[in-house]
């Protein structure tokens, strides 16, 4: 029969000043058992988290860890009895070795000074118990990939003797390689007998290494169930509450002319990249992190020097040298990254979504602000866009990664562009936004726009765009239409670094 | 979750409320502070510093410093005095003088977009090299005797209010109204909340930053032109420390050092609560030493409220 439980939540509440972000949640997690938590943004996931993590107490309910009831006081309580949280931002210190990441806070120790050889011992064991032997203890951790990162952060929480570990969203910035790695670390953990909650939107994620799924809603269990008796519908349909037709909505359009072209475009890391769009269409480009995707719509809008190359619109040569010259002439592009690029947090709805206007002389009169005409058109398209807030005043801090994203998307379409480059606009955001942003783009299209859609998620890629570029260390290595738009093909070009220079149709 | 910052809670009313509650405690333990003519001189000596810390409130909106305020103010005022002894008209020398405030900014704006140095490092650098020259062109003494039309802007009067106050007021409602309703104040705003987003918001973030350096540098020539007539001197080591005090307005008054967050009527209260202790402190004969270890502790209690209040909570 299953052993007993390492770690069961009961009837566990958590209320802030007018708001029960998580109600009446009880779950348990047995030794050598990955369960999966899923549920919107706002759902209740990280507060559970948090609950379970010491981070903070609950309002009601209680924790039971190996069969007693605790009370963590602080994230050190819950360390030091064994319950490690993996953050998706990591916590690690660049310019530290991986050694003194993974003891941090408890360097071994000789007459007052640090044991730099116990230190380094120490730490290339627990690397080899997780199986992460190929990690030197002694690189710094800045100079490691983002996927090696992570595994000091794990090898981190396990040299506290961790017996049950807490993934949140661990994946969002790995490319594919780093994920399997990532699995088989899990897997290996597994073995070992560990209890392993795993929480992400990436429902593939889900499937392919959970046990159970337990579907949170508004602060609620849904349902849970073994994860072999779920698909994926169902889970999405749960944790949205409704039914989901038609994912990918490919609106009606019919592309037109070319409208943008780059020709030969080379800076430091594109590489003689033509690509072309057209109007009313949605041009899908798919790549890993770091083959170029963001560096070219950068480079179009003139966020980055060019070493040559150039920008054709509607047939003239324009070379942007600075994004308000883009904006002027109708190209917008919206970076990936809301928080680092995008939003102006601290500052309220309405004043982020209309600063490209301002830059190009809407709602100004000789630099004056009208204030009262930039307020109707944010509400205008705030309402459009379906942004949730309470008030147009609200900072943008206050809003769920879907609504923020709203609101960089009122943003760039404030102005009515006629070309719209979006920069991976559903990443880290719950399933809902996402489907209201596949629609939002397609009737971009249908309205005639050009839009071109970064994705590192395939799916959308195939699901949204009438035409699909891939890329790879800064080249476009396919092109890709109708048929031939489908995930063995975008895969196969996505690894290749040289470009074929074909055309599939 | 509540969301709407209402008046009461914002960080300005914070820091009137500590006015009040100082202006209070001096108007019961002095018979003279809240005399007309003491209320009078605080405006005028807080008149100077004003002009000083409404600069340092655009830079510090875009999360900049300007540590070179207080050797440029009284490099300027030797400038100034040097080039009155030799007989240059009194319009001439205000006009050069403010062309020598929008120099210090260029410099400045341009070591910092263009070099890409700190804004701490240059204007570090600026303090020292405003000073040595100070130095160096009044041969460390102090010039006395202008023209009573230069002294005007420091010692008039109209009616019963100082010119210098009058200075300071329109300066400050101009730098409101730029930070409030021009589309140049709003992207001051956003490329301190953001540097990046500003710049691929299509906002021309070098010439931002080269205009709030700028508006500082042009802050200490006006502030050196009122300093100057008021003293009826020129002393090479005028105005020192006044960064600190420009600072520690511009954050009391609710302004972040990280950029984006700090309105024009805040740094106003803060150089007027820095003001009262001043004067309250003369006025109740504290010894120096102790004034300044009091100025201190007011100035960590203010900004220790209001970093308080706004501790972010997590939900």
Redesign the interface.
Known sequence: MNPDPVLETLNLTKVFPGVIALDDVSLSLRPGEVLGLVGENGAGKSTLMKLIGGVYPPTRGSIRYRGEAVQFRSPKDALDAGISIVYQELNLISHLSVAENIFINRLPRRRGFVDWARLYREAERILAESGMAGIDPRAIVAELPIGVKQSVEIAKALSYDAQVLLFDEPTSSLTGPEIENLFAVIRRLQERGMGIIYVSHHLDEIFEITDRVHILRDGRTVVEMPTAEASEELVVSRMVGRDIQDIYYKGAHEPGEVVLTTRGLSDSVLQNVDFSVRSAEVVGIYGLLGSGRTELLKAIVGARRLRSGEVLLRGRSVRFQHPQDAARAGVIYSSEDRKGENLFFGQPIWKNETYIALQIGRFATLGFTRVAEERRAAAEYSEKLGVKAPSLDTDVDHLSGGNQQKVCLAKALINDPDVILLDEPTRGIDVGAKLEIYKLIAQLADQGKAVVFVSSELPEVIGCADRVYTMAGGRITAELTGDAINEENVLKYCLQTTPSGGTAT | ????RSLFSSSEFIVFLALLAVGAFFAFTSPVFLTKFNLLNILLQSSIQGIIAIGMTFVILTAGIDLSVGSVVALASVLMALMLHAGVPVWAVILINLVFGVAVGVFHGFSITKIGMAPFIVTLATMAMARGLTMVFSDGKTIFDFPPAFEFFGAGQVGPISVAVIIFLLYALVAEVVLR????G??I??VG??L?????????THWVLYFVYVVSGISCAIAALVLTGRLGAAMPTAAMGYELDAIAAVIIGGASLMG??GTIIGTIIGVLLIGVINNGMNLLNVPPFWQSFLKGAVIFLAVMIDSLKNRPN??
Do not use: H, Q, W
């Not at chain 2, 979750?1 to 709407?4: P, T």
């Not at chain 2, 309703?181 to 140049?184: E, I, K, R, W």
């Not at chain 2, 990046?196 to 021309?204: D, E, N, Q, T, Y």
């Open positions: 979750m509540k969301l709407n309703s021009t589309v140049l709003r992207n705003y956003a909340s953001n990046k987003a500003a710049a691929l918001s299509g906002i021309r984006g967050k997590e939900a």
